[in-house]
């Protein structure tokens, strides 16, 4: 049976304060729109439609692999879904509706709620938790276990105001049946709205079975109105996250101060210690010992590597490296087996060898580095001539001496040596040495015809 989803996300979300459509906020670093998509796509639906309309192009940007429908006005959320109207209606299948602002939402979660959908088989579904009543969600009305219907809490009576049992804004639904009682939808309430949730209450009156899946953790499906909420969504996913880890085996020494992203992958035994930001598409290995205040966006890390206050992106590191303190590589960096990088490093587009070394103060951009290389303290790979960015290769076995600038496109040989303090314009030859610097002189006794000149100068000027 095909599945489908509607992501309402066309509201503005006006309690964000904000310019940005209120999905594009992040949560943990993500976009709730796509924590959304993302748990979609992971459960394997066959179409996903997302409702844009307030700064839909800020959300278009953001979202791959759907099909974006137009919401010009934001009538309410029913009137949201009548805009998939055209692309859904004949189909056969089951569609699931989801509130766009509710990001932490699990597959597990949604695939419960078909499960559920489909076993009992009912026509509507509704998601739902006991809330605290002060919340201003929609309760769920009901004889036995159908379901009759979902009042909003603007719209309820005051018998109905003891019932804890609140929609939580993710439906499942028959698509047929979705898309007839839609069209029976009314604005007959106290926001003057389409409401999605009464299609609940008209797909009762038709006859059909309609039912309430409930869910334990309110934390999970929540919903984000403003920047308290959005705050707290992120405490609350670090802590999920956190805590999956912690039982599968990855030590994390302050759960409060470590912040992972919901896509990262850590291998076994390995540590994460404090101020960690782990964000993207990571994936860290095994026996790795990451932290203190590390921030990782997309870095591929394999196993034994050890990283310290460091700042790194879109970059490769293989076993065995250790990097740091105050490292910061970027853009498709790739460090090899077994590398030492040190204090105050940077590297941009590198490719660094096996067993290579850049223990301190050092930039390396633009460069191939071959297996075994020494690069002395203050190396510069001068990359950039204001226009233009060129290569610079060091072979395997050479030894960069301190201070020395490597002017690009510049290629030093295999075990070619370069002297302290030179820049390197030219290339140097295999077992060469190069050395590109003033000759010492030496002026015997010169120092102290200094110091009396320095003296005389003194007294000249006391005496005016
Ligand atoms: C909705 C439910 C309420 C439920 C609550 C759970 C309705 C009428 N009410 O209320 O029963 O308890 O969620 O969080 O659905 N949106 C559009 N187009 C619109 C209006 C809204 O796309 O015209 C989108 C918003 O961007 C948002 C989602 O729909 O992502 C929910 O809208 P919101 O206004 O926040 O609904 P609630 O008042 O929270
Ligand atoms: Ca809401």
């Known amino acids: 049976m095909k599945i489908y989803a509607i992501v309402l996300a066309a509201g503005k979300g006006t309690r964000m304060n904000s310019n940005k459509p209120k999905v594009v906020h992040e949560v943990l670093y993500k976009p709730m729109i796509n924590h959304v998509v993302d748990e979609l796509k992971a459960m394997g639906v066959d179409e996903t439609i997302v409702v844009v309309g307030h700064e839909a192009q800020q ?15 934001q009538l309410g959320t029913g009137h949201a879904v009548l805009q998939a109207y055209d692309l859904l209606k004949d189909k056969e299948g089951i569609t699931i509706v989801l509130n766009g602002d509710a990001p932490l939402v699990r597959k597990e979660t949604l695939q419960g709620l078909i499960d559920y959908h489909k076993e009992n088989g009912n026509q509507g579904t509704v998601m739902s938790c ?29 018998s109905q105001n003891h019932i804890t049992e609140m929609n939580v804004g993710e439906y499942c639904f028959d698509n047929k049946a979705l898309f007839e009682a839609i069209n029976k939808v009314t604005t007959n309430n106290a926001q003057n709205e389409y409401y999605i949730t009464d ?39 670090k802590l999920r996250i956190n805590k999956n880890h912690l039982l599968n085996g990855i030590n994390i020494i ?48 394999k196993d034994n590597v050890e990283i310290k206050f460091s700042v790194i992106s879109d970059s490769i590191i293989e076993s065995g490296t250790d990097i740091g303190p105050y490292a910061r590589l970027r853009t498709q960096c790739h460090i090899h087996e077994n590398v030492h990088m040190g204090n105050f490093v940077e590297m941009k587009k590198a490719d660094f ?8 103060l050092t930039y390396i951009g633009d460069a191939i580095v071959g297996e075994n290389v020494n690069i002395g303290c203050g190396t510069i790979s001068v990359n950039y001539d204001g226009k233009n960015k060129s290569l610079t290769k060091i072979e395997d076995n050479a030894f960069i001496g301190c201070n020395s600038n490597l002017v690009a496109p510049v290629t030093v040989k295999k075990n070619a040596f370069i002297a302290a303090g030179s820049t390197i314009t030219k290339d140097v030859e295999e077992d060469a040495m190069g050395i590109a610097r003033a000759k010492q002189v030496n002026k015997d006794g010169y120092s102290k015809v200094l110091k009396e000149r320095r003296e005389k100068k003194f007294e000249e000027k006391k005496k005016g």
């Open 254 to 301: 302050d759960i409060n101060n470590t912040y992972i992203g919901r896509e990262v992958v850590i291998g076994e035994e390995t540590t994460i210690e404090p101020g960690c930001i782990i964000k993207g598409k990571t994936v860290i290995g095994n026996h790795c010992h990451i932290g203190p205040y590390c921030e990782f966006d997309n870095v591929t890390i």
């Open 199 to 237: 299609v609940i209450g008209i797909m009762n009156n038709d006859g059909l079975k309609v039912d309430a899946y409930k869910i334990e953790d309110f934390n999970e499906v929540g919903g984000i109105n403003d920047r308290v909420q959005l705050a707290e969504a992120t405490e609350s996913l």
């Open 59 to 73: 959300v278009i940007d953001i979202v791959d692999d759907v099909t974006f429908v137009h919401q010009k006005e």
């Open 130 to 158: 006991d809330c605290d009543l002060s919340l201003p969600f929609g309760r769920i009305i009901k004889e036995g276990s159908q379901v009759t219907g979902i009042v909003e809490f603007k719209d309820l009576l005051e």
């Open 353 to 360: 060898g096996k067993g290579s070394k850049a223990a301190h």
